[in-house]
C-alpha cells in the first residue's frame, strides 16, 4: 500500500494480514459502539475515539492528545502492532477515523491507512458486514511521540498571520453565527475557513490530489506556506491534515483547537467572515 488512503477493493485483498478499526462517533452521541454492534467490517475492532483517541476533557480541549502510555495501552487492547498495517474507517466521511490515523502517525506508526469512502464505501463495493466480535490478541505496538507536527495555542495564533491557519468547522461556527458545543462562539484572528466537508465528494471519498492541491490554493495553502489546522476539538482538523497531505501539503495539527483556545479569556476571537 502507498499513501495515506485505501479503497474497499484493496482492503479486502489484504484479507486478515491488517489490523481493523472501527472509529464511528458521533458528536453528541449515538455512542459508536452501538453503531459498531449493529454491523462491522468483518475482523473490525471498535475504537473509542472518546476514551481511546484522546486524553479525558479539561483545560486542554474537550480532546486532548493522551499522553503516550496511555494511548500505547489504548492500542495494544485494540491489537495494533509495530510491523502489522492498521486500516481505520468511519461511516462519515473520514472524519474521525482521520483522527485515528493522525494520533497513530503521531505516536509512531508506519503503516496506517484510511479506508476510503468508510464503511458505505464497502457496503457499496457487495462487501460483507458481521455483527461477529472475537477475542483481539494483545498487540506489541511502541507509542513514540512526534511523527506528526503539532502548534501550540501560541503556535497557531502566530501562524494565522505568518502562514496559513485552516478552521475546518462548518462555516457558521468559523463565523460565529452559531456555537452548539462550545462557551464562546468565533474564530482564531487570521485563520481561514475551509470546512473539511468540503474535502470529499458525495460519496464521501476525498476529492483527488489535484483538486484538492486548488481548493487549498485558493485558500493561501500551498507549496512553501507554513500550514496548520484546527477545529473544535481536534477531530476533523485532523481529516484537514489528511486531505493535505493528499495534496502534497505538509501541515501542522492544533490539537487542542477551539475548545482549548477559548479556555484563556485573554486569547483573542473574531467573529464573521
Request: glycine share 14%; charged share 20%.
Amino acid at each position: 500500500m502507498t499513501g495515506p488512503l485505501i479503497t474497499a477493493a484493496d482492503l479486502a485483498a489484504l484479507g486478515p494480514d491488517v489490523t481493523l478499526l472501527d472509529v464511528r462517533w458521533r458528536l453528541g452521541g449515538p455512542p459508536g459502539v452501538e453503531l459498531y454492534r449493529e454491523g462491522h467490517l468483518p475482523g473490525a475492532v471498535f475504537c473509542d475515539l472518546d476514551h481511546d483517541l484522546a486524553a479525558p476533557p479539561g483545560g486542554g480541549g474537550r480532546h486532548p492528545l493522551p499522553d503516550a502510555g496511555a494511548f500505547q495501552a489504548a492500542m495494544r487492547r485494540l491489537g495494533v502492532r509495530d510491523a502489522r498495517p492498521v486500516v481505520v474507517y468511519d461511516d462519515a466521511g473520514s472524519t474521525s477515523a482521520a483522527r485515528a490515523w493522525w494520533a497513530l502517525r503521531y505516536f509512531g506508526h508506519q503503516d496506517v491507512r484510511v479506508l476510503d469512502g468508510g464503511l458505505p464505501a464497502w457496503t457499496a463495493a457487495g462487501l460483507p458486514l458481521t455483527k461477529e466480535t472475537s477475542g483481539v490478541a494483545e498487540g506489541d505496538f511502541t507509542a513514540r511521540p512526534g511523527g506528526m507536527p503539532v502548534l501550540t495555542a501560541d503556535e497557531a495564533g502566530a501562524l494565522a498571520t505568518e502562514g496559513v491557519l485552516l478552521d475546518a468547522r462548518a462555516g457558521e461556527r468559523f463565523r460565529g453565527e452559531a456555537e452548539p458545543v462550545d462557551p464562546v462562539a468565533g474564530h482564531i484572528p487570521g485563520a481561514v475557513s475551509a470546512p473539511t466537508t468540503e474535502n470529499v465528494g458525495p460519496d464521501g471519498r476525498f476529492l483527488d490530489p489535484a483538486a484538492l492541491r486548488s481548493r487549498f490554493a485558493a485558500l493561501g495553502a500551498g507549496e512553501g506556506v507554513p500550514a496548520g489546522a484546527y477545529c473544535g476539538s481536534g477531530v476533523t482538523a485532523a481529516h484537514e491534515v489528511l486531505a493535505l497531505e493528499l495534496a502534497g501539503l505538509p501541515a501542522a495539527l492544533y490539537v487542542g483547537s477551539w475548545s482549548h483556545w477559548v479556555t484563556d479569556p485573554a486569547r483573542p476571537v473574531a467573529t464573521g467572515g
